[in-house]
């Protein structure tokens, strides 16, 4: 079974601009979160999607959104890019069930804002 | 306030040498306790899930455990290939979703 896959894997943005990454869960897995890591503050919540809706939402402004789509897949939204927004954008998907709460994490889309 | 802690923050052993990771956490009733390996440029692999104080779980060198305020992570005899970043995250009860709380994880560097 495919894992969980993120595109672009790399991407440099200028103060300013606003970013759309994009996310593939794994086949039938119907959650999809995203998270945001930096050497300073670690693994941080971003929001949690599940049947296209938003379950969840971590502490960060509004300039940061997401969507998820009736196949599952997931995109989120940065505006407004400032510097502090360089990281690493990872997203993990889960079944969903009520059973088992194990998220399957992608490579990430390392963003870097000039 | 929910929180997750790990120590030590780097450990370096000699190949063979057998250690303990730390992750102690205070979160408001614990749903579930988990367990990732990070190589650097790649994201979290997922390695265990506890739920309940007494819980164990082994994989090839590892071995997790939970008590009601921390978890340990064996490493039995590592290898070099087992030099990682260890990430420990809760996820807490009577919450809508799953947001994991992450601790800044361990740095382990094994050496032959």
């Known amino acids: 079974k495919a894992g969980v896959t993120q595109t672009p894997r790399y991407l440099i943005k200028t103060r300013g601009q606003q970013v759309t990454l994009s996310c593939s869960p794994i086949?039938?897995?119907?959650?999809v979160s995203w998270y945001q890591q930096t050497p300073g503050q670690g693994l941080q919540f971003l929001f949690e999607y599940f049947s296209e809706t938003q379950r969840n939402k971590g502490n960060f402004p509004g300039r940061f959104s997401g969507r998820q789509f009736s196949n599952s897949r997931s995109e989120m939204n940065v505006s407004t890019l400032e510097l502090g927004d360089s990281a690493l954008y990872l997203c993990?998907?889960?079944?969903?069930?009520?059973?088992?709460?194990?998220?399957?994490f992608g490579p990430g889309t390392r963003l870097t804002v000039t | 306030e929910d929180q997750v802690t790990q120590s030590p923050e780097a450990l370096r052993l000699q190949e063979g040498e057998s250690s303990s990771l730390n992750c102690s956490y205070t979160?408001?009733?614990?749903?579930?306790l988990f367990w990732y390996r990070q190589d650097p440029g790649k994201g979290p692999e997922f390695l265990f899930t506890l739920y309940s104080a007494g819980e164990e779980k082994e994989k090839e060198r590892l071995k997790a455990t939970l008590t009601k305020k921390e978890s340990f992570l064996h490493i039995t005899a590592p290898k070099p290939e087992d030099s990682a970043t260890y990430l420990c995250?809760?996820?807490?009860?009577?919450?809508?979703?799953?947001?994991?709380?992450f601790g800044k994880g361990t740095t382990l560097s094994v050496s032959s």
């Open positions: 086949s039938g897995h119907r959650s």
């Open positions: 993990a998907s889960r079944a969903g069930s009520y059973s088992s709460y194990e998220q399957y």
């Open positions: 995250a809760v996820h807490r009860l009577n919450q809508a979703g799953t947001a994991l709380i």
């Open positions: 979160v408001s009733g614990l749903r579930g």
